[in-house]
């Protein structure tokens, strides 16, 4: 009887809890979030619809909805098929599309569904988001309704039936380039109208005009960096490869992009749309062996504005007799004012600056002049209090020119101004609690040192746990080092030698460095261990190194240190040679 009543309550408790969840779950019907969507559609260019759907809404008064679209790409035409009785309005103002609607007198609409249709003049060839801004606003009666989520939506172009595409050439600075235009495709067979809106910068590349035309008729206008390129005509079969023509560019220098953008269109006899795909050019330099290089250095942040000097290095310009010189450089104008110039080898240097721009133009010129593997001139600045990284930059139209007028191909490398820190601990083999400091007699410094050269680039005094900061440091790659002078005679003894002859092959990282002891270029073997053992009981005193024990009595480890935009965090160990089981206290 007991098990019957026992059992009885239990499915009450059921019945009650699945009673609940029901509750919740037509509570929560009732609550759904509110939804005003834009469908992402793949079409292809010409008349299209984009439905608009209004998902939850128990009553709708009146609504503005703002539409943020590309005007290159598609032209607004309207809405369609709207769902809500009451009075609808709708333009569009430059790139956003602004759509009104109100009730009739008193009423407010349920919506879950379909609301409109945007219609647009798709131009294809490119993707559009259309995006609501953050002015929408949807009201039941007199209150807006709170939480509304909009979502975006994206129309995108079908398989296109042919590609219109330039190409990237390589070449010299301040040559002419004539960059070719090339129409290919399946869907091509009848084209007879075309607009090609092309982006450049016209620091890097000035248009001169169209040459090698495969038709005739065309227009070109180029106007703040962007080539339009129209034609109207007799049907050309493009289904092969066919050359159009050519853009003649003057190359200014850097990497120059020339892109497609949207409002290029290809139409056939019927002056329809055809599906697009377009591929971008682009202009590059010559890589040349001369080069010109601003180099990294590092500043001194202050309460005030503190002088600092970027040289220019010129490199591998042996037997060249330079005639011109144009250097536009740009840089950090938040962190750094340009004051002047410091001339080396070669003088009368015209100077042009603008702290407001960040921007400085320096130009020589001369009957011809050799050039050193030197610094060609000096960049002066102050550096900002803020401190952090200020890149110094070349800009296009830096050329060099022989006394010919000849361009001299020359790769150019940036610099910057940077003030991080490089910081971490000198431990023994890795182990936190060993630590190669500085205490009393026992000195010990880290250094930071260029990996092109292992020049000493930063100094730095360890403190007694073995830790280490380098202030103000430049961008560039480093690697770590140390010397100390605590006392490593008795970091060694009869047990290494035994672990030298027994393990040497599996020995890695600096145990593997320590079992060396001679240094051999095989790296550790059974020859060590008598060296250690030998010296260990070295007639002439203990632990006294026998000739043959030609390692150092420190080895660190060199861990490389890339400092790019932000300071570095980087431990490096230690340890004395001969201790290859790493059972040395350097500081009791």
């Known amino acids: 009887m007991k098990i019957y009543f026992k059992q009885l309550k239990t499915q009450n408790m059921l019945k009650r809890l699945l009673q609940l969840i029901v509750v919740l779950l037509i509570a929560a019907q009732g609550v759904m979030a509110q939804t005003v969507q834009i469908n992402s559609v793949t079409k292809p260019p010409g008349d299209i619809r984009v439905k608009v759907d209004m998902l939850n809404f128990s009553g709708v008064s009146s609504m503005s909805l703002y539409i943020k679209f590309n005007p290159d790409l598609m032209d607004f035409s309207g809405i ?38 945007l219609l647009f003049d798709y131009h294809g060839g490119f993707s559009d988001s259309l995006v609501f801004t953050s002015q929408c606003e949807i009201t039941d009666g007199l209150n807006q309704i709170p939480g509304v989520t909009y979502i975006n939506g994206l129309v995108s172009q079908v398989s296109s039936v042919g590609t219109v595409s330039m190409t990237t050439i390589t070449d010299t600075v301040g040559d002419v380039v004539n960059m070719p235009v090339y129409m290919e495709g399946t869907g091509f067979s009848d084209v007879s109208d075309f607009t090609f809106k092309i982006s450049y910068d016209e620091m890097q590349v000035s248009f001169d005009g169209l040459i090698g035309y495969a038709i005739s008729g065309m227009t070109a206008n180029a106007n703040n960096g962007v080539l339009e390129i129209e034609w109207t005509g007799g049907p050309i079969n493009c289904t092969s490869s ?18 497609f953008s949207p409002g290029s269109e290809v139409n056939n006899a019927s002056l329809s749309p055809l599906a697009t795909d377009y591929t971008d ?31 220019i290095v010129a490199a591998d310009f042996t037997g060249d007799t330079v005639g011109a010189i144009t250097l536009n450089i740009g840089f950090d104008k938040s962190k750094l004012a340009f004051t002047g110039i410091t001339t080396n080898v070669l003088t009368g240097w015209t100077v042009n600056s603008n702290n407001l721009t960040g921007d400085v133009t ?9 050039i050193a593997d030197d610094t060609l001139v000096t960049l002066n600045f102050t550096y900002g209090v803020s401190g952090g990284l200020a890149v110094v930059q070349f800009e296009s139209g830096t050329i060099l020119k022989d006394k010919y007028a000849a361009t001299l191909p020359t790769s150019l490398y940036n610099g910057s101004v940077a003030s991080f820190t490089v910081s971490g601990q000198l431990t023994y083999c890795d182990h936190p609690s060993r630590t190669i400091g500085t205490k009393g007699a026992d000195v010990t410094t880290a250094y930071l040192k260029n990996a092109a050269d292992s020049t000493v680039a930063y100094t730095a ?36 030698a035994y672990v030298i002859y027994g393990t040497y092959a599996t020995l890695t990282g600096l145990k593997a460095q320590a079992a060396n002891v001679n240094m051999s270029s095989w790296g550790a073997d ?36 890339n400092v790019v935009d932000s300071n570095v965090t980087q431990n490096f160990s230690g340890i004395c040679s001969g201790d290859a089981n790493a059972t040395f206290v350097p500081m009791p």
Do not use: C
Not at 362 to 370: D, I, P, R, T
């Open 362 to 370: 320096l130009q020589w010129s001369g009957a011809g002049s050799l």
């Open 526 to 561: 059974q020859t060590d261990a008598y060296i250690v053992y030998g010296s260990v009981n070295n007639p002439s005193g203990a632990n006294t190194k026998v000739a043959s024990w030609t390692a150092p009595d420190w080895i660190f480890d060199n861990v490389s240190v």
């Open 242 to 259: 066919t050359h159009l023509f050519s853009i003649k560019f003057t190359y200014n220098g850097g990497n120059a992009d020339l892109e």
């Open 80 to 117: 369609d098929s709207t769902q809500l009785a009451g009075s609808w309005t709708y333009n569009a103002v430059n790139d956003e599309i602004r759509i009104m609607y109100t009730a009739n007198a008193g009423a407010s609409n349920p919506i879950n569904g379909k609301a409109f249709d």
């Open 461 to 496: 005094t360890t403190d007694s746990l073995g830790n280490y900061l380098f202030s103000n440091v430049a961008v560039g790659t480093y690697f770590l080092d140390a010397v100390t002078n605590i006392d490593a005679k008795w970091s060694y003894d009869v047990t290494d």
């Open 281 to 311: 050019g682009q202009i590059n330099p010559v890589v040349g062996t001369r080069s010109l290089t601003i180099l990294n250095v590092s500043g001194t942040p202050d309460t005030i504005a503190t002088p600092v000097s970027v040289p």
